[in-house]
């Protein structure tokens, strides 16, 4: 983790605020490098993230069988590990409607007239989740007016360049500065 900033009060204040909201959020771990510029006489406040790859997406087939029944137009789902039951349910709600999808047990899940493909359903996605609370974590980093905000995403990595006016061209150069110092870095560690 590195703050860059002019002034060394306002550099400690902000690495505190950085790793204050990374553990309140719980993603310290799953962080792999944070990279803060900030110059308030400009205004620009730069935040590049870069995290720790995850596990794959869960799909229905890693904690169910299912079977299609023709003659009663229905898919039978037989749950085998119930910890992904609530979003497996949420999702079939999504993408079926919720008056189709009855649970008449903690183990089965009917689909009444099933519309979607179910194989390869992604019912839980570790990256995702991962990058909602990353994207809450950089929100609250960011100084309050600082709402001018450039996105940049790559992979596994997250770069925002906020201003309270215009973006410039520097803040943008200055950023790509930043992203490509935590490749190089990513890959000087890998060797």
Known sequence: MQVECYDENGREVYDMILRQILQDIQIVRAVNDVRIYIDPREPVFIIAL?????????VLEDFAEYEYDAEANETFIRIKDENYLPELLKKLWEVEGRNKVHQ?????????DPQVKLEGLVVHDPEEDLKKKIYDALFRIIPEGFRVIEHYSEGNIIALTCS???????????????????????TRNMN
Request: no cysteine; glycine share 0%; charged share 35%.
């Open 104 to 112: 008449p047990s903690r183990y089965e899940v009917i689909i009444d």
């Open 50 to 58: 870069q995290y720790m790859k995850t596990a794959p997406p869960v």
């Open 164 to 186: 309270d006016e215009l973006i410039k061209e520097d803040y943008l150069e200055k950023t790509q500065e930043i992203i490509a110092e935590m490749k190089n870095n990513k």
